[in-house]
């Protein structure tokens, strides 16, 4: 069955405000913001591996965001960016952690009107890619690539009844909270490496420390060494061809994340690029360009085939011989120290290869650092066995989509 065929400006809700932008430049600036308040949604809560991300907030006071109420959100809310990483899509939870939020001004919101279409369903629908590419087709190319509403008023969506989608948005949810198990896992994975390292190599717990003697705050044959000289490679990457249709992957400062690499966000590209850039097993990379992601640190875990980092990354690899996964673990304490070491002018702040060069690490004796990697290393396989267990649930779900969605497949 073939559905009948709506554009957004049908689906919204008779109230005011129910389809708006962000508000104009002038109207919301970093000025504005502050400490606590009312949560700004920015491109950053709209990730591509969930509906939502209800964290990294800005905010500002209750005062402005009265100000600015046609542009507040709300639990329910659909929100699509207008300028920025375009295609992007979100949900805000209907158990949010916030009664309202501020969209910025590079997003817009949808209120749909309930009676007519069930929000997760339009949510669905954009998040597909035929949706995303039609969205990038559509975008006014004249100074950066955008949208806007018009665009977005215009754009026709497949309308089922509703009693159908429900059913469509239970059979696609079901994939979700599968991916979002395995991603609360990985979380609770991570951490427990972490905490281990932590206990024994920062709190200085390790099995043993009884018995050892500490001079100058560290035991008995530890030392502190610079990355220079336990790394086999240290350089920034390459500038891409991109190419849809390329082989090729390129990771750029997007994909590094909360400790992450999410290569969803990765671009294909067809520039060849020498074999010791090619992102290998144990690599850690650094985002080393501008404001905002500077520093942000993530450890590559599976082989990825012909891969490699843009300009705006640098590539730490260890020497062979060098654990891994304690190698990895000890960079990232220099996440938040790497985000403030940034030289240059706003946006262009540059995080060189010397300086994170110069970033010392302790190194322990062999034995403790085999002990280590005997409980990391099979964590950190679990966890790339739920990365690659989600990389198959939403290519399953994202092949769903579409014939759900047109009525090839009855639910």
């Not at 004249?142 to 977005?152: D, E, F, K, M, Q």
């Not at 067809?270 to 360009?289: H, Y």
């Amino acid at each position: 069955m073939k559905w009948p065929q709506v554009n957004i400006e049908g689906i919204r809700a008779k109230t005011r405000h129910s389809l708006v932008g962000g508000p104009f430049g002038s109207d919301l600036t970093t000025r504005d913001y502050v400490e606590e308040g009312v949560p700004v949604i920015r491109g950053a809560n709209l990730p591509n591996d969930c509906s939502f991300n209800d964290d990294d907030f800005v905010f500002v006071r209750e005062e402005k965001a009265d100000a600015l109420i046609a542009n507040n959100a709300h639990p329910g809310d659909v929100l699509f960016t207008q300028r920025g990483t375009l295609g992007q899509v979100g949900l805000i939870p209907t158990e949010s952690m916030f009664p309202r939020y501020l969209v910025s001004q590079s997003q817009m919101k949808l209120t749909v009107d309930p009676a007519k279409a069930d929000a997760r369903f339009v949510f669905y629908f954009f998040r597909h890619p035929r949706t995303v590419q039609s969205i990038k087709n559509r975008a006014i190319t004249s100074g950066v690539p955008h949208i806007n509403l018009g665009i977005l008023r215009e754009f026709m969506l497949p309308l089922p009844p509703l009693d159908t989608q429900h059913e469509i948005v239970a059979t696609l949810s079901a994939y979700d909270e599968l991916m979002e198990n395995n991603r609360r896992r990985m979380g609770l994975l991570e951490e427990a490496a972490r905490l281990l390292h932590r206990e024994w190599f920062v709190r200085l717990r390790f099995p043993g420390h009884e018995h050892t003697r500490t001079t100058n705050g560290l035991p008995e044959g530890w030392e502190r060494k610079p990355l220079s000289e336990l790394t086999s490679f240290l350089k920034r990457g390459i500038a891409p061809h991109y190419e849809d249709d390329a082989e090729g992957l390129v990771i750029n400062q997007k994909c590094i994340r909360d400790g992450r690499l999410n290569m969803n966000l990765a671009r294909h590209q067809s520039r060849e690029f020498a074999p010791e850039r090619q992102v290998q097993v144990g690599d850690v990379l650094v985002n080393s360009t501008g404001e905002g992601t500077l520093g942000r640190i993530a450890q590559a875990r599976a082989a990825i085939e012909n891969c490699t980092v843009d300009t705006h990354v640098t590539i730490v690899r260890p020497k062979h011989g060098i654990p891994i996964h304690y190698f990895g673990l000890a960079v990232m304490l220099w996440e938040s120290q790497f985000s403030t070491m940034g030289r240059g002018a706003t946006n262009q702040t540059e995080l060189s290869p010397t300086t994170i060069g110069d970033a010392a690490i302790v190194m322990t004796s062999k034995t403790l650092l085999e002990q280590f990697e005997l409980f990391a290393k099979p964590v950190s396989e679990q966890i790339s066995n739920l990365t690659a267990q989600n990389e198959k649930l939403r290519a399953a779900r994202d092949l769903l989509l579409p014939r759900l969605m047109s009525g090839e497949i009855k639910i």
